[in-house]
């Protein structure tokens, strides 16, 4: 049962559902096509893009993104061709169609030298040509983090998960803890830090032991490793609070400010995959769950329809449900079949919400909730009235869409939609602003 994470006194209780999936190994699945976007984050054609018919293999070079980012394909198998595609973050997408042969062949990059004898500009780029990013749920391009002239004396390692139903982190964290110190040596280097920080829910017993048993070996022994174990409230999980409890700082807007970077812990075992064995970002954890017949994790190569997934799961209980990409709190809601992506860490099949909203009551209730400070209700108004500048000066785009608003509404408003709603309208606004300056 995790606990809010208030700054009022309120500690309502969020169900976590975990124990649907967190006793259970996962197990690995290949759907028979998978979907890879060919455009970039800006809906752009991505650069140097493969062919239609070409043969492909896991890691095989789709094309490049904005700031050349590399993406590749997730499994070997055959190009068939373009097809719109509505995506796990709700936007329609050209993809590349491709055909799973099932042999999972991979074409790997030059493993990493010594760590010795490797150069922080080869870890850097080695960390850029992964396409890793951050699997939590951002899916913002890891490497970007370690762009920075600031110091950095904390590499903090998020093994929190602290969004309801998700296990993918624990399931496959505890088997493959040894990818994560396979990449530990070389962040060192790259970065100076004086320690290296494991954050985890103190109840997550199986994870903190397979990390202890990893540090105990014999070339592990010299990191400055610790294990910082973490209460179980919502959102821990949350960058902001996990750097208040193990550092007990704070900073405006990113961890570097306070001197660390916090990375998701898939996101650094898929670093530690391709610094030693030369693996990229292909496949990814999903954990399925909710009112299906057979709740799992799945590791299964990124780009699989949802619909793939739950079937896989014995197919929903329900004949009518509302599907979810991520965790209730953050997620976010489909009315049809949708294309996971590296960022997804979750599908959920959950009942129907039939309450009806009511007026908003101005209890108060979402401020005192939020892990940010915000005042929800008044960006709800600012929105409502189209307020731009309003909407600026009470830091809508600060939100990171924890859901708490939402939860604890009595009036059963959507109040975290209402919040991301803000920030597209501020995001509409900056583009124009830069449009119009040129």
Request: with cysteine.
């Given at each position: 049962?995790?606990?809010?994470f208030?700054?009022?006194?309120?500690s309502?209780?969020?169900?976590?559902h975990k124990?649907l999936t967190?006793?259970?190994?996962?197990e690995?699945y290949?759907?028979?096509v998978v979907?890879?976007?060919?455009?970039?984050a800006?809906?752009q054609?991505?650069?140097?893009l493969i062919?239609?018919?070409e043969?492909?293999?896991?890691?095989?070079?789709?094309?490049y993104?904005?700031d050349d980012?590399?993406?590749?394909s997730?499994?070997s198998?055959?190009?068939l061709?373009?097809k719109?595609?509505m995506?796990?973050?709700?936007?329609?997408r050209?993809?590349l169609?491709?055909?799973n042969?099932?042999?999972?062949?991979w074409?790997?990059?030059p493993?990493?030298?010594?760590?010795?004898?490797?150069?922080?500009?080869?870890?850097?780029a080695?960390?850029?040509?992964?396409?890793?990013?951050?699997?939590?749920?951002?899916?913002?391009?890891t490497?970007?983090?370690?762009?920075?002239?600031?110091?950095?004396?904390?590499?903090?390692?998020n093994?929190?998960e602290?969004e309801?139903?998700l296990t993918?982190?624990f399931?496959y964290?505890?088997?493959h803890m040894?990818?994560?110190?396979?990449?530990?040596?070389?962040?060192?280097?790259l970065?100076?830090?004086?320690?290296i920080?494991?954050?985890?829910?103190?109840?997550?017993e199986a994870l903190?032991e397979?990390?202890?048993?990893?540090?105990?070996?014999k070339?592990?022994?010299?990191?400055?490793?610790?294990?910082?174990?973490l209460p179980d409230?919502?959102p821990?999980?949350?960058e902001?609070s996990?750097v208040?409890?193990?550092l007990h700082?704070?900073?405006?807007?990113?961890?570097?400010?306070a001197?660390?970077?916090?990375?998701?812990?898939?996101?650094?075992m898929?670093?530690g995959?391709r610094?030693?064995?030369?693996q990229?970002?292909?496949?990814?954890c999903?954990?399925?769950?909710?009112?299906?017949?057979?709740?799992?994790?799945l590791?299964?190569?990124?780009?699989a329809?949802a619909?793939d997934?739950?079937?896989?799961?014995g197919?929903p209980?329900?004949?009518q449900?509302v599907l979810?990409n991520g965790?209730?709190?953050?997620?976010?809601?489909h009315?049809?079949?949708?294309?996971?992506?590296?960022?997804?860490?979750?599908v959920l099949?959950?009942?129907p919400?039939?309450?009806?909203?009511?007026?908003?009551?101005?209890?108060g209730?979402?401020i005192?909730?939020?892990?940010?400070?915000l005042?929800?209700?008044?960006?709800?108004?600012?929105?409502?009235?189209?307020?731009?500048?309003r909407l600026?000066?009470?830091d809508?785009a600060?939100?990171?869409n924890?859901?708490?608003c939402?939860f604890?509404?009595?009036?059963?408003?959507d109040?975290a939609a209402?919040?991301?709603?803000?920030?597209e309208?501020?995001?509409e606004?900056?583009?124009a602003?830069?449009?119009?300056?040129k």
């Amino acid at each position: 049962m995790g606990l809010h994470f208030l700054k009022s006194a309120l500690s309502l209780p969020i169900p976590d559902h975990k124990e649907l999936t967190i006793g259970r190994a996962y197990e690995e699945y290949q759907p028979s096509v998978v979907y890879i976007p060919a455009v970039d984050a800006h809906n752009q054609p991505l650069k140097n893009l493969i062919a239609d018919g070409e043969k492909v293999y896991k890691g095989t070079l789709i094309g490049y993104g904005v700031d050349d980012f590399p993406v590749y394909s997730s499994v070997s198998g055959r190009v068939l061709g373009h097809k719109l595609m509505m995506m796990a973050d709700g936007k329609v997408r050209d993809c590349l169609e491709i055909e799973n042969d099932k042999q999972s062949q991979w074409v790997l990059k030059p493993a990493l030298k010594r760590v010795d004898r490797c150069t922080k500009e080869e870890i850097l780029a080695a960390i850029k040509d992964s396409g890793a990013i951050g699997f939590g749920g951002a899916g913002f391009p890891t490497y970007r983090k370690y762009l920075t002239d600031k110091p950095i004396d904390y590499i903090i390692i998020n093994a929190v998960e602290c969004e309801p139903y998700l296990t993918t982190d624990f399931c496959y964290g505890r088997s493959h803890m040894a990818e994560l110190f396979f990449a530990l040596p070389y962040l060192l280097k790259l970065t100076n830090a004086k320690r290296i920080v494991f954050a985890v829910k103190k109840d997550r017993e199986a994870l903190i032991e397979a990390a202890k048993i990893e540090a105990r070996k014999k070339n592990n022994r010299s990191l400055p490793f610790v294990i910082k174990t973490l209460p179980d409230r919502y959102p821990m999980g949350y960058e902001r609070s996990i750097v208040r409890e193990v550092l007990h700082k704070e900073y405006k807007a990113l961890p570097i400010e306070a001197g660390a970077v916090v990375n998701n812990l898939y996101t650094l075992m898929t670093l530690g995959k391709r610094f030693v064995l030369g693996q990229v970002a292909a496949d990814r954890c999903i954990t399925v769950s909710g009112e299906v017949f057979a709740p799992k994790d799945l590791l299964v190569p990124y780009g699989a329809l949802a619909s793939d997934l739950i079937n896989r799961c014995g197919g929903p209980k329900l004949e009518q449900f509302v599907l979810l990409n991520g965790g209730p709190m953050c997620g976010n809601a489909h009315d049809s079949d949708y294309v996971t992506q590296l960022q997804s860490n979750g599908v959920l099949v959950l009942p129907p919400q039939n309450a009806k909203p009511e007026p908003c009551w101005h209890c108060g209730m979402c401020i005192d909730n939020c892990p940010m400070g915000l005042q929800p209700v008044q960006i709800q108004l600012a929105l409502k009235s189209g307020n731009v500048e309003r909407l600026r000066k009470l830091d809508a785009a600060m939100c990171v869409n924890c859901g708490l608003c939402t939860f604890v509404c009595p009036s059963k408003i959507d109040v975290a939609a209402n919040i991301q709603r803000a920030k597209e309208l501020l995001r509409e606004s900056a583009s124009a602003q830069k449009k119009g300056g040129k």
